[in-house]
């Protein structure tokens, strides 16, 4: 039994339990207005209901999607500009340049101009997704690159690779830790970002993310959804930051012993 | 006897910030199948210039590199480079990854052939327990012995050592030296190696070109009649007369000031 608890994940998830119980203990002991703070017990019942009719899933997959193809054209223009910044002199520098000027403006307030030339939808949160990840990726990408052992690339060109193969075969590889810390910090920003602009983003609720469910369950004062809706980017978070990523980290970087100097 | 490569009146010169910088100048010679050849000189006599621009990475300014009397002007798996530095095997490849990788883009063998072949180095540099490893959690001695292994796998025309085991522990350069006499013995394959180590150079080589510093010239080319051997009357006979010649390059340099 004793041995259980210096597993710090049980640890954790004791913290995270007396913080439900503590939770569900102050809001019935102060008889708080549930449409105010609802109960632990209340949200997570909420939680599970929303969870099996759909709803809830469909929202959050909804912002995933978003999030997905943003990321997914954001790291297309990122690794055009890195391979036009690792080939030219003036590539690498337009690239310093507009990467010292855009990161850091919060990709949030892009969200007013985004709505004013694409409307209201999807393209506008794709496009302040694409600027949320975009100067990060482009940096770490681009720091793998250049910290590429010289004599790894002399290697590769000594197995006689050149061009796209050796790209392909020997840099890519070999800025594989610059790239995935690109792609992690990547995540985290458009994570954010995409909850806090369908926040904003009203009136087509149909296309709506978790960001809108949550707003929308404001609106209609279903307290214990809101904060079911909070839990659900609190949980998706997780997953993805120490899940996902953990466990590309271990299939990867950790086994090679490559690690980016972050 | 038939040449394998040939170097002639070669000059290799390069800008810096300071003007045009010349490395090496008007070096020729040339080596033939199976042989072991030398560069020896210390640091700055443009020795690991003159192996670069033979691997094909450096163009010479000025005369030509020629293997089987084709001109040589870019890299390839015909003369393959070891490095001195142990990041030269790819860290996300196991060592038997490693010693395939070439054989399957530079020979383009099929995944069971090349496994096989990959194998049989492994084991000639008697790594085989470690085929499944990384590079990371071997030990600088493995991982230049795993460099080997893949080189002699390409089954290139020439091996290109740029002093391998200058990174390592005396007692291991020792013994990788030992191992690579053996293995030349068994592939008989042509070495140019260049090291700044006379001994190293009498103990490996059959032939060993000593390049005077500032810029790199030929200042002789010694006939080592001690190759093998390792603190013998012989050998100490040819260090020495090594010595001498690179001691009178010392007080050359020292009279022109430096490099």
Same mark, same amino acid.
């Given at each position: 039994?004793?041995?259980?608890?210096?597993?710090?994940?049980?640890?954790?998830?004791?913290?995270?339990?007396?913080?439900?119980?503590?939770?569900?203990?102050?809001?019935?002991?102060?008889?708080?207005?549930?449409?105010?703070?609802?109960?632990?017990?209340?949200?997570?019942?909420?939680?599970?209901?929303?969870?099996?009719?759909?709803?809830?899933?469909?929202?959050?997959?909804?912002?995933?999607?978003?999030?997905?193809?943003?990321?997914?054209?954001?790291?297309?223009? $990122? *690794?055009?500009?890195?391979? +036009?910044? %690792?080939?030219?002199? @003036?590539?690498?520098? &337009?690239?310093?340049? =507009?990467?010292? #000027?855009?990161?850091?403006?919060?990709?949030?307030?892009?969200?007013?101009? $985004? *709505?004013?030339?694409?409307? +209201?939808? %999807?393209?506008?949160? @794709?496009?302040?997704? &694409?600027?949320?990840? =975009?100067?990060? #990726?482009?940096?770490?990408?681009?720091?793998?690159?250049?910290?590429?052992?010289?004599?790894?690339?002399?290697?590769?060109?000594?197995?006689?690779?050149?061009?796209?193969?050796?790209?392909?075969?020997?840099?890519?590889?070999?800025?594989?830790?610059?790239?995935?810390?690109?792609?992690?910090?990547?995540?985290?920003?458009?994570?954010?970002?995409?909850?806090?602009?369908?926040?904003?983003?009203?009136?087509?609720?149909?296309?709506?993310?978790?960001?809108?469910?949550?707003?929308?369950?404001?609106?209609?004062?279903?307290?214990?959804?809101?904060?079911?809706?909070?839990?659900?980017?609190?949980?998706?978070?997780?997953?993805?930051?120490?899940?996902?990523?953990?466990?590309?980290?271990?299939?990867?970087?950790?086994?090679?012993?490559?690690?980016?100097?972050? | 006897?038939?040449?394998?490569?040939?170097?002639?009146?070669?000059?290799?010169?390069?800008?810096?910030?300071?003007?045009?910088?010349?490395?090496?100048?008007?070096?020729?010679?040339?080596?033939?199948?199976?042989?072991?050849?030398?560069?020896?000189?210390?640091?700055?006599?443009?020795?690991?210039?003159?192996?670069?621009?033979?691997?094909?990475?450096?163009?010479?300014?000025?005369?030509?590199?020629?293997?089987?009397?084709?001109?040589?002007?870019?890299?390839?798996?015909?003369?393959?480079?070891?490095?001195?530095?142990?990041?030269?095997?790819?860290?996300?490849?196991?060592?038997?990854?490693?010693?395939?990788?070439?054989?399957?883009?530079?020979?383009?063998?099929?995944?069971?052939?090349?496994?096989?072949?990959?194998?049989?180095?492994?084991?000639?540099?008697?790594?085989?327990?470690?085929?499944?490893?990384?590079?990371?959690?071997?030990?600088?001695?493995?991982?230049?012995?795993?460099?080997?292994?893949?080189?002699?796998?390409?089954?290139?025309?020439?091996?290109?050592?740029?002093?391998?085991?200058?990174?390592?522990?005396?007692?291991?350069?020792?013994?990788?030296?030992?191992?690579?006499?053996?293995?030349?013995?068994?592939?008989?394959?042509?070495?140019?190696?260049?090291?700044?180590?006379?001994?190293?150079?009498?103990?490996?080589?059959?032939?060993?070109?000593?390049?005077?510093?500032?810029?790199?010239?030929?200042?002789?080319?010694?006939?080592?009649?001690?190759?093998?051997?390792?603190?013998?009357?012989?050998?100490?006979?040819?260090?020495?007369?090594?010595?001498?010649?690179?001691?009178?390059?010392?007080?050359?340099?020292?009279?022109?000031?430096?490099?």
């Amino acid at each position: 039994m004793k041995n259980i608890f210096r597993h710090p994940v049980v640890r954790k998830g004791c913290i995270v339990l007396t913080l439900f119980i503590l939770w569900e203990a102050l809001t019935r002991f102060f008889e708080l207005n549930p449409l105010l703070f609802p109960p632990a017990t209340q949200v997570i019942s909420s939680f599970i209901s929303s969870t099996i009719n759909g709803e809830l899933p469909g929202y959050a997959w909804q912002s995933l999607k978003v999030l997905l193809t943003g990321m997914a054209i954001g790291a297309l223009v $990122a *690794l055009f500009l890195t391979t +036009l910044a %690792v080939s030219t002199r @003036i590539g690498a520098e &337009i690239l310093e340049t =507009l990467t010292a #000027m855009f990161n850091p403006l919060p990709a949030i307030a892009l969200l007013p101009l $985004a *709505l004013l030339w694409f409307g +209201l939808g %999807v393209n506008s949160l @794709i496009f302040v997704i &694409i600027h949320s990840v =975009l100067w990060p #990726m482009s940096l770490n990408t681009y720091t793998g690159f250049v910290t590429v052992p010289p004599t790894l690339k002399s290697v590769g060109q000594n197995f006689g690779l050149s061009g796209w193969r050796l790209v392909a075969g020997i840099l890519l590889p070999a800025a594989f830790p610059y790239i995935l810390s690109g792609f992690k910090i990547g995540w985290a920003f458009a994570w954010r970002t995409i909850i806090a602009a369908e926040l904003v983003f009203g009136v087509a609720a149909r296309q709506g993310g978790l960001g809108w469910f949550i707003y929308l369950h404001r609106f209609e004062l279903n307290t214990d959804l809101v904060f079911a809706g909070l839990l659900t980017v609190i949980l998706i978070g997780l997953v993805v930051e120490n899940l996902l990523f953990k466990w590309i980290e271990r299939k990867t970087v950790l086994r090679w012993g490559m690690s980016a100097a972050q | 006897m038939p040449l394998l490569l040939s170097v002639n009146d070669v000059t290799i010169s390069y800008p810096t910030e300071s003007g045009l910088f010349t490395a090496v100048q008007d070096v020729s010679f040339s080596i033939a199948p199976g042989e072991k050849f030398i560069l020896l000189g210390p640091s700055g006599c443009g020795k690991s210039t003159l192996l670069k621009a033979v691997a094909g990475f450096l163009k010479p300014s000025a005369g030509s590199i020629e293997l089987d009397g084709r001109k040589i002007t870019r890299p390839g798996p015909d003369r393959v480079v070891i490095f001195q530095e142990f990041d030269q095997l790819l860290p996300w490849k196991t060592v038997l990854g490693n010693v395939i990788y070439p054989l399957k883009v530079a020979r383009k063998m099929a995944d069971g052939d090349a496994r096989h072949e990959g194998l049989r180095f492994i084991q000639m540099v008697g790594l085989e327990r470690f085929s499944d490893s990384y590079p990371h959690q071997l030990s600088g001695g493995m991982k230049q012995r795993v460099a080997i292994a893949r080189s002699l796998a390409i089954n290139p025309r020439m091996l290109l050592m740029d002093e391998p085991f200058a990174s390592l522990d005396a007692l291991t350069r020792h013994r990788m030296q030992e191992e690579l006499l053996g293995i030349w013995e068994a592939s008989k394959k042509t070495i140019l190696f260049v090291t700044h180590s006379i001994q190293e150079a009498v103990l490996l080589g059959d032939r060993i070109l000593i390049l005077s510093p500032g810029p790199g010239q030929v200042k002789q080319i010694v006939v080592n009649t001690a190759v093998g051997q390792r603190e013998n009357t012989e050998s100490l006979r040819i260090e020495n007369e090594i010595r001498a010649l690179l001691e009178f390059h010392d007080e050359a340099q020292s009279k022109d000031g430096g490099q």
